[in-house]
T-cell receptor, first 115, second 113 residues
Framework: AQKITQTQPGMFVQEKEAVTLDCTYDTSDQSYGLFWYKQPSSGEMIFLIYQGSYDEQNATEGRYSLNFQKARKSANLVISASQLGDSAMYFCAMRETQGAQKLVFGQGTRLTINP | NAGVTQTPKFRILKIGQSMTLQCTQDMNHNYMYWYRQDPGMGLKLIYYSVGAGITDKGEVPNGYNVSRSTTEDFPLRLELAAPSQTSVYFC????????????FGQGTRLTVV
């Protein structure tokens, strides 16, 4: 069964520093997709970035990049030049391409950016 | 384009009452999901659907039921509400193509007292 693990309940970072949020996953499938979502205090879920299991390049979207290490089954989110508005909960998620394609989430990491 | 619409936004239920959380999407997505999020926690999958007429259980289905009679609608039914069902409920939809994200509704905050 697919499983996502985020081992950092909370992270505190100074503004303008880079931050890495950890995500490891477990799956028996060879084909799957990995997602990161941001949830600000207002509660909505905001999609940030996607990485496919067969993608050879690490995904990037503006200040967000995904450090994908397939052999280690990790998909860490890197935020460069952090801003106060980055303070939020961050969730890693995975969807397998086989079967019913359930979208499963990790426990989340609360990121706080200090001025 | 409304996206994914959930109603109501807030609700207080008494123990033993029943209710239906509504979810509608106007993007013609075949995949739809229901999640619950307890305070400070991640999203747990309750039920999902891969198309009209097809539903399946997720990680925490007990105490809930769903139906999918149309592509647009995916209501979640709570029977005999319990305090343990106090949570924020999110509905999401997606195309089902691997490299596309799921779109989320704004959530329903449910309190059972």
């Amino acid at each position: 069964a697919q499983k996502i693990t985020q081992t950092q309940p909370g992270m505190f970072v100074q503004e303008k520093e880079a931050v890495t949020l950890d995500c490891t996953y477990d799956t028996s499938d060879q084909s799957y997709g990995l997602f990161w979502y941001k949830q600000p205090s207002s509660g909505e879920m905001i999609f940030l970035i996607y990485q496919g299991s067969y993608d050879e390049q690490n995904a990037t979207e503006g200040r967000y990049s995904l450090n994908f290490q397939k052999a280690r089954k990790s998909a860490n989110l890197v935020i460069s030049a952090s801003q106060l508005g980055d303070s939020a909960m961050y969730f890693c998620a995975m969807r397998e391409t086989q079967g019913a394609q359930k979208l499963v989430f990790g426990q989340g990491t609360r990121l706080t950016i200090n001025p | 384009n409304a996206g994914v619409t959930q109603t109501p936004k807030f609700r207080i239920l008494k123990i033993g009452q029943s209710m239906t959380l509504q979810c509608t999407q106007d993007m013609n997505h075949n995949y739809m999901y229901w999640y619950r999020q307890d305070p400070g926690m991640g999203l747990k999958l309750i039920y999902y659907s891969v198309g009209a007429g097809i539903t399946d259980k997720g990680e925490v289905p007990n105490g809930y039921n769903v139906s999918r009679s149309t592509t647009e609608d995916f209501p979640l039914r709570l029977e005999l509400a319990a305090p343990s069902q106090t949570s924020v409920y999110f509905c999401a939809s997606g195309v089902g193509v691997m490299n596309t994200e799921a779109f989320f509704g704004q959530g329903t905050r449910l309190t059972v007292v």
